[in-house]
């Protein structure tokens, strides 16, 4: 695959980004049309009746007498410059408030990929190398509970479990430097990471058992290489693909975790943002809010695309990821 | 050698091996789950009434669970939350069914361009954050139980389609496939009455796995409070509400989150089991 194909590719893939974007932000800013009751009513905060003075204001400060297209052309020029408004809870610009709760939210979220990449590799590499005794066993079982149990019930046995049965972490609270903050957010971190590391394990110990029957590694181990060298040089590739290829999924999972696990140990991170402004009717809010997320959330998918290409070859020559 | 010889014998001798017996409990779990969610209440309090002489407190000898804020019995609403637990999930499992299979089977079947519209539309709903989405998109319709079933429905249907459609794939190079359309067989004749009985063992293994993440994501939904209304019993508006309450009674919260766990887990083993044993079925046919 020559450079050029690579970045006709990239290109494709921005643009196809870009028209996703367009399409999410259009059906976000047609929230307030969806909603129940009006435009400026929601736009108020939906508190009962506004007065006259006030409701002309609200008209023309959001351009609700200019036809829909328009408005939304209005939105997008301002959402370009990161202008999203403002909050209707708090009136102060959204982009500050997403600004200020971004921080731990990526923390969260680096700690937990992290542990998940850590932990998940080396519980499905043990697995594999010991299989079918009681490690493996014990392993996969856990894989099972892991892999059904939702973030928040993780989030809160834990929080049972570490902070009050046996109180080494901290209940609440997000720290202030970074090793303040590494110890609040430990068990937040291992609520949101464990489905994707049981999710890793399974795809790791799969992906291991294939490679390790295979001759080219059973000729290396023949020929006298050391277990560790065979394992880094022969079969460490071979794990990289499972990571790369769900590592895309993986980031979902963290995305819609995050909300969970942020509301459930009451952190004040991007996602449990968004559940406060969708339940105070906070619609600029809502709309900075998911646009961040889309973001992210195309980003994170592009990479993840990238990445495999450059570690599977298999992927670059032809045809996807299996 | 010797290994694999033993593992062969004793796989043989014995009626059931390990999976069976994992399904079994798993099955007696569920079949527990479900008494309580259908039975006539066994519940020793009402799960709706409040008790604010009482208040919160841990467990004692006349509530097993202790209390709420409310003064309202755990053990009674983790009992009456079965059903909450179960009914929601199994019309989202219902719905997804429907439209996941027709559009998997349409895809599969057809091919062309309806293939690639159905598997592009696919590829986009599965890259979303689906929580995210129905929050987003209760918040907006106003929220309520149903509004998040029938979004948790619409949600799920990718998924289904997805995995459908794969099946449907696998069958169509086969020759009653081709001697089907020989005899001029209409396709959407061949579709339903050819193709999806074949792959049916998939269509029910995916219904538990189904069942389990609707089971889920409705619990998240309720937890972040955009699923059940508020006061009913429902195990993850209970961890929700519960969730300041952990140090006076921790078992209002262990209570319906190691269910939830437990019931998941259970549904999804089953999943995997009901598709093993028909695909053997379907292997030795």
């Known amino acids: 695959m020559s450079v050029r194909s690579t970045a006709f590719l990239l290109f494709k893939r921005l643009v196809a980004a870009c028209l996703l974007l367009a399409v999410i932000s259009l059906a976000v800013f047609s929230l307030v049309y969806l909603s129940p009751g009006s435009a400026e009513q929601i736009l108020a905060g939906g508190k009962g009746s506004i007065p006259p003075e006030q409701l002309q204001r609200l008209r023309a400060e959001h351009h609700l007498d200019e036809p829909l297209l328009t408005q939304y052309w209005i939105w997008v020029k301002d959402a370009v410059t990161l202008d999203f408004g403002q909050s209707i809870q708090t009136a102060l610009p959204v982009t500050d408030e997403l600004g200020a709760r971004l921080r731990v939210s990526l923390f969260l979220g680096g700690y937990a990929f992290v542990l998940t990449t850590v932990a998940g590799v080396l519980l499905g590499l043990f697995a594999a190398l010991r299989r079918n005794s009681i490690l ?3 392993i996969v079982a856990s894989t099972l509970v892991g892999l059904s149990a939702p973030a928040f019930a993780t989030a809160l046995l834990l929080l049972y479990a570490f902070a009050i049965l046996v109180p080494v972490f901290p209940a609440f609270g997000q720290g202030t430097d970074f090793l303040d903050t590494l110890w ?35 000729f290396a181990r023949a020929r006298g290489l050391s277990i560790t060298t065979v394992l880094f040089r022969y079969v460490g590739r071979n794990a990289l693909i499972p990571i790369t290829t769900i590592s895309a999924l993986t980031f979902i999972q963290f995305v819609v975790g995050a909300v969970l696990v942020e509301v459930a140990f009451s952190l004040q991170g991007i996602g449990s943002l968004l559940v406060q402004a969708v339940a105070a009717k906070d619609v600029p809010m809502v709309q900075g809010v998911v646009m961040l997320v889309a973001v992210i959330v195309i980003a994170a998918n592009l990479v993840a695309d990238l990445f495999s290409m450059a570690v599977d070859p298999r992927v670059r020559l032809g045809g996807r990821a299996a | 050698m010797n290994g694999v010889s033993e593992r062969t014998a004793s796989g043989r001798h014995g009626t059931a091996n390990r999976s069976d017996v994992t399904a079994g409990l798993c099955f007696a779990f569920l079949a527990v789950i479900c008494a309580l969610a259908l039975g006539p209440s066994m519940a020793p309090y009402d799960a709706m009434g409040a008790n604010l002489t009482i208040g919160l407190g841990p467990p004692t000898e006349s509530h097993w669970l202790g209390t709420d804020a409310l003064g309202r019995d755990i053990l009674s609403r983790v009992i009456v939350g079965a059903r909450a637990a179960l009914l929601g999930p199994l019309i989202v499992t219902l719905v997804s069914m429907v439209f996941g299979n027709a559009l998997g089977l349409i895809a599969g079947c057809r091919g062309g361009w309806v293939d690639s519209v159905v598997m592009r539309w696919v590829d986009l709903m599965l890259a979303l954050p689906g929580l995210l989405v129905a929050v987003v998109v209760i918040g907006a319709l106003g929220g309520g139980y149903w509004v998040a079933v029938a979004v948790l429905g619409v949600l799920l249907v990718p998924f289904d389609a997805r995995v459908i459609r794969g099946a449907a794939l696998e069958q169509i190079p086969r020759p009653y496939v081709e001697a089907a359309r020989t005899l001029g067989v209409p396709w959407w004749r061949l579709t339903l009455f050819h193709v999806w009985p074949n792959v049916s063992a998939v269509t029910v293994a995916n219904s538990f796995l189904a069942f389990a993440m609707a089971l889920v994501s409705l619990s998240g939904l309720s937890f972040l409070g955009f699923g059940a209304d508020a006061g009913q019993p429902d195990w993850g508006l209970m961890i929700a509400e519960n969730r300041t309450n952990l140090f006076e009674n921790p078992a209002s919260v262990v209570a319906p989150g190691c269910l939830l766990i437990l019931t998941a887990t259970c549904v999804n083993l089953l999943g995997d089991w009901v598709y093993q044993r028909l695909s053997e079925r379907g292997l030795s046919r």
């Open chain 1, 136 to 138: 493996d066993r014990a």
């Open chain 1, 184 to 218: 609040h957010l430990t068990l937040p971190a291992l609520a949101l990471a464990t489905s994707s590391t049981a999710f890793l394990v399974k795809h790791t110990r799969t992906a291991m058992l294939g490679v390790l029957d295979q001759d080219h590694v059973v």
